[in-house]
């Protein structure tokens, strides 16, 4: 109903920003809500920022005041500022769209590694 596809990760030494980019297509204008998550290996999946199709953003405190999570809406677009940038970011971010097409769904892009490094 919906694919996401990521791009924007890399390498990036602490302190320096990176802009992940998700470009959604399909059902688009099911979508509710849609958020970044990241995973590190051997750690839980987080939620890391989201927003709603109301505009409402959340953020995990770890994040705050570093990372912008914003839409193009005329682009099918989301992304997310990362700023300051510490090697704890360091995980695998992912994607995620939630909405309602008949049913209620969820995707995931293929996500793209962020790796904060010296």
């Known amino acids: 109903q919906v694919q996401l596809v990521e791009s924007g990760g890399g390498l990036v030494q602490p302190g320096g920003s990176l802009r992940l980019s998700c470009a959604a297509s399909?059902?688009?204008?099911?979508?509710?809500?849609m958020g970044w998550y990241r995973q590190a290996p051997g750690k839980q999946r987080e939620l890391v920022a989201s927003?709603?199709?109301?505009?409402?953003?959340k953020y995990a405190d770890s994040v705050k005041g570093r990372f912008t999570i914003s839409t193009d809406f005329a682009k099918n677009m989301v992304y997310l500022q990362m700023n300051s940038l510490k090697p704890e970011d360091t995980a695998v971010y992912y994607c995620?769209?939630?909405?309602?097409?008949?049913?209620?769904?969820?995707?995931w892009g293929q996500g793209t590694q962020v790796t904060v490094s010296s």
């Open positions: 927003i709603t199709s109301g505009g409402s953003t």
């Open positions: 995620n769209a939630k909405g309602t097409w008949g049913h209620e769904y969820e995707s």
């Open positions: 399909g059902s688009i204008f099911s979508i509710n809500t």
